[in-house]
Structure formats: C-alpha cells, structure tokens
C-alpha cells in the first residue's frame, strides 16, 4: 500500500504564508513528478504546481511568483511555500504524485492525498 500524508493547510489572512507538506509512505519503489492540485466547491481540479524527480518545476499561472514547490527525494516528500496569499487562493489542496510500488515497478501509478483545506481571510 501507498498513501500520500498532507499537513500544513489551515487559516490565514490575506498577504499571509502557509507552508503544505506531503510525504509518500508505504511500498515505495520510486516516485516521478509529485505535486499539488487545488480544487474549490463546483471548480474543477487545477495544476497548482508541479515538480520532476529532478527538480523542474511548473506552476499554475495564477501562483507564480507566489508559491514555491520543492521536494527532498530521499524522504519523499514535496512542499509548496504559499506566500502573498489571496482570498482567492482559498480551496482544497490535493498532493499528487506518480508513484512505482513493490507491485508495479517499473510502471508508475497516480495517488492522491486526501487533501488539505486552506482558506484566506480578506
């Protein structure tokens, strides 16, 4: 079994900072790109950004220059620095990742976190 651990989301007023964390646990063989998606009631789920097992990243338009996603691959765990949070930042946080287990390695599998709300006060 796999499962992805978030922490880090909570409440905070506009111009603020929230630090997301996600750690990959279980029969983890390797992990490709891992990432966050966000997702608000009635919206679809958007690429908030997204990170290589090297190191490329790749942002939502709408963060960048904002938020800041980085990883440590030998605990397999990514994080996003959220900072000058809007009001409009305010959603679901989902952790993704692509993932090889025990079972599928070479082949990667996608998993979710089950996700962490932030919410920006104006």
């Known amino acids: 079994q796999v499962q992805l651990v978030e922490s880090g989301g909570g409440l905070v007023q506009a111009g603020g900072s929230l630090t997301l964390a996600c750690t990959a646990s279980?029969?983890?063989?390797?992990?490709?790109?891992m990432g966050w998606y966000r997702q608000a009631p009635g919206n679809q789920r958007d690429l908030v950004a997204v990170?290589?097992?090297?190191?490329?990243?790749n942002y939502g338009l709408y963060v960048k220059g904002r938020f800041t996603i980085s990883r440590d691959n030998a605990k397999n765990t990514v994080s996003l620095q959220m900072n000058s949070l809007k009001p409009e930042d305010t959603s679901t946080y989902y952790c993704?990742?692509?993932?090889?287990?025990?079972?599928?390695?070479?082949?990667?599998?996608?998993?979710w976190g089950q996700g962490t709300q932030v919410t920006v006060s104006s």
């Open positions: 993704h990742a692509q993932i090889a287990d025990r079972k599928t390695w070479p082949a990667a599998s996608d998993y």
């Open positions: 279980g029969r983890v063989v390797s992990v490709n790109d």
């Open positions: 990170i290589s097992s090297s190191g490329m990243t």
